[in-house]
C-alpha cells in the first residue's frame, strides 16, 4: 500500500509505501475510552453563575437621606470598653457583620487598643470625656466639636456593612481615628497657640503638628502590624502617607536602634514635609482659620507677637512617656528653608494680607500704619478708632 503526501515541497511530492494490507488491521482495531485519564478541567462544574449577594439580603453602599438606616449618636469613649471586645471579638472578621455605626466605633476602638501608642492617647480622650461619632464631612478625615466634645470622622458617605465589606474604607476611617486622638492631645497642652504667636510662627506650628500626626499614625501602624494586622500596613504604604511608611521602613532596617532613640520617627516626620501638596493643603486650611479669627475678633488683635521657638517644636513631638523624638532637631525646623519656606505662591500672599491687617489701624475703613496720624485726621471724638 502507498500514499502520496503534498505537505511537502510543492512540485516535490513525498511517497510512502507501507509494509502489507494496512486497511484490514484498522478495521479490526478497537478504541477503548480510558475514562479514569479523561480531563475535566474544561468542564463547567456549576452550571450556575455564582451568586454575589451577600448573607443576609442585599447591602446597601451609600447612605440615603430616604431610606431608614441603624444611626447612633455620639459614643462616649469612656462608654466603650475596648479590652472587652478585644476579647470576645475577632477583629479580622468583626467588620464583616457590621449593623450599625455602633459596630463600627467600637471597632475602630478596639484596634486603636492594639496599639501601645494610640492606646494611651485613647484612654487620655475616654479621662477628658470625650464622645465620637460618624459623619459626612466630605473626605475631609475628621473633624472636633470643642463646644459638645465631639471627634466626628467622616464615613465616605457609606453605610456601615459596607465599611465592613471595604478594606480601604475602614482603615482609612482608622487612620483618621487615630489623628484625630492624637489631635485632641495638641489641643490639650497647646490651648493658646494662636492667642500668643504672630501669624507666620502659626504657620510653622500647625506644620509641625500635622507633620507629627501623620507620624504618630505611621507608628500606630507599625505597632498594628507587629500585633498581626498586616493589612493595615499595606494599606498605609499605598495611601497618601505612603512615602513617610516607606521612609520609616527604610529607616528602621538600615538603623533598627533608631526605633528606641526616635530617630526613626525624626526621619518620618521631616519626610512629611517633602510633598508640597501636602504642605500647602495644611497652609490653606490654616490661613482660612486665622481669616476666620480676625473677623470674630471685630477689630481687637487676634492673634499674639511671640515667634516659635524651638522647645516649642520639640514639645509637639513628645510621645506618651514624656520622651520628645524630635529633641535637637527644634532650632533646624525653625531655621531650615525645607521647613520653613512657603511653596505656593498664593498661601505666600494670603499670609501676607493677614500680617499687613494686624499691622494697621483702620478708621472708617481706611487703614493707617501710625495710630496717631489716624487719631490727627479723624479725632478720636468724632470716630472710633480701632487698633
Known sequence: MSFVSRSGTVGRPKEFILAGDASASLRNTGFEELKDVKSTRFERKNQHRKSRRADGG??????????EEVLCNPVLLGNVKFDHIRSFQNLEAYPHVFESDLDVLQWACAMTGESPTARMLLKEA???GWAIALDDLS??????????????????GMTAPAIGKSAHFRHAMLVNFIKALRQLWHDRRNTNMYASHRPDAI??????????CETIAILAGWELRAAGHSDFWRYLIGSSIGDMAIAFTQKNETDPTG???????????CEWYADETRVGATDTAT????????????GKPAFGKNSVSSAAVERLSALPKDRAYLEGMGNNICVDPHFVRMRDTINEAHLSQIIYDTQVVRVEGVPFRDPRL?????PENKVKVTE
Request: zero cysteines; proline letters at 1%.
Open 259 to 269: 526605633f528606641y532613640d526616635g530617630s526613626v520617627l525624626t526621619r518620618t516626620f
Open 374 to 378: 489716624a487719631r490727627l485726621i479723624f
Open 139 to 156: 473626605q475631609d478625615g475628621y473633624a472636633i466639636d470643642a463646644e459638645t466634645q465631639s471627634v466626628l470622622i467622616d464615613h465616605f
Open 287 to 298: 490661613l482660612e482659620y486665622m481669616d476666620e479669627l480676625m473677623a470674630d475678633a471685630n
Open 126 to 128: 475616654q479621662e477628658d
Open 58 to 67: 442585599d447591602i446597601a453602599p451609600y447612605r440615603s437621606v430616604s431610606r
Open 203 to 212: 504657620i510653622q506650628l500647625e506644620r509641625a503638628r500635622a507633620a507629627d
